[in-house]
């Protein structure tokens, strides 16, 4: 009798602290937590002599002469946007243009190329003045913080060229994961790391001896990087995760995942409003995360060509942080967003 009645006892407490859970879960303050606002784009930019199938892709500012880079794979060509205007004003011939990255220190302007080739022109012209053959299909590239070296990702090759750049040419080639992507240099200028697509990991190279000293897993499917310049942080887009990943270059450690939109594929940083703008390849959209909040705010929906959500690239902002272009590689449109 004694058991019956501690069973009935023990079955009246189980039942009272489910009740009281129920109680506490459905009377939770929810206030705080809100889904992100959805603000629309402030401008829809045609790209004259492009049509729907060209592939625009990279995009990048140049803070000394006030404009945007979009480079058309298709085409063969770079069109300069000025930032003032909000308008293309020229056009740079670089065969099967593919990635882009500035170089302050030196003023020279790198273009990688499917002919396996990397480009190096004049910031102030826009003349190409060299070029050298690096892996197979080159993509996106990082310098270190003296202007001496350039490491440039080879998707094909699954290896990184390391550029001197006062001779201009590839000192070494550095076998990393399968398919890299992204690829981002820390802050105190030790170590790079290179996003391999396929592993779902990131690689992390020594500057200085040029091996491969480490590796960060799992990451999910990462595709561009990104290095704060003040802190020991790197982000990183995980396409088919969905999230933004922060790791921490001191121990090489995920340590934080954000929600974002479908398929994110490129990422650009607002520092001085701690803003980081995420593009979305499948669902045409730039999620905007408040990096202190730890949380998209905002979506900005994009419209497409043919009403088909897919295609949206890359991104950048212009030097104030208030407007943003971002490329859709599949219908020919550059998107100009004011924030």
């Given at each position: ?15 009272l602290l489910i009740g ?105 012209s826009f003349q190409v ?180 959500a897919e295609g949206l ?27």
């Amino acid at each position: 009798m004694k058991h019956i009645v501690t069973k009935i006892i023990l079955g009246l407490i189980l039942l009272l602290l489910i009740g009281l859970g129920y109680w506490s879960w459905s009377h939770k303050d929810t206030s705080s937590i809100s889904e992100p606002a959805i603000i629309e784009p402030n401008e829809l930019v045609d790209v004259q002599g492009v049509s729907a199938g060209d592939d625009l892709n990279d995009v990048i500012y140049v803070s000394s002469r006030n404009v945007f880079l979009i480079t058309s794979y298709d085409e063969g060509i770079i069109y300069t946007l000025s930032a003032e205007s909000r308008k293309i004003i020229g056009q740079i011939s670089v065969p099967s243009a593919n990635k882009l990255y500035v170089d302050k220190i030196n003023n020279y302007l790198y273009v990688t190329s499917s002919s396996d080739t990397l480009y190096k022109l004049s910031l102030d012209s826009f003349q190409v003045l060299g070029q050298i053959k690096v892996g197979s299909k080159p993509g996106n590239m990082v310098m270190t913080n003296d202007g001496s070296t350039l490491f440039v990702v080879n998707e094909i090759d699954n290896t990184v060229s390391v550029v001197n750049l006062y001779e201009f040419k590839v000192v070494s080639t550095i076998r990393v994961g399968n398919a890299p992507q992204g690829i981002a240099i820390d802050r105190n200028n030790d170590f790079v790391y290179v996003a391999n697509d396929v592993d779902g990991t990131l690689s992390v190279i020594g500057v200085d001896n040029r091996l491969v000293v480490g590796l960060v897993d799992p990451v999910g499917r990462p595709r561009e990087l990104l290095a704060e310049l003040d802190s020991d942080t790197l982000w990183l887009v995980d396409i088919y995760g969905d999230k933004l990943v922060k790791v921490d270059t001191t121990t090489n450690k995920v340590v934080k995942t954000i929600d974002v939109v479908q398929s994110p594929l490129d990422l650009t940083l607002d520092n001085a409003h701690r803003k980081m703008y995420v593009t979305g390849f499948t669902s045409n959209e730039v999620g905007v995360v408040d990096l202190d909040q730890g949380r998209m705010t905002q979506v900005v929906k994009l419209t497409s060509a043919f009403n088909v959500a897919e295609g949206l690239n890359n991104i950048a902002l212009d030097k104030t942080g208030k407007w943003a272009v971002a490329t859709n590689t599949n219908f020919g449109k550059v998107y100009v967003i004011g924030f």
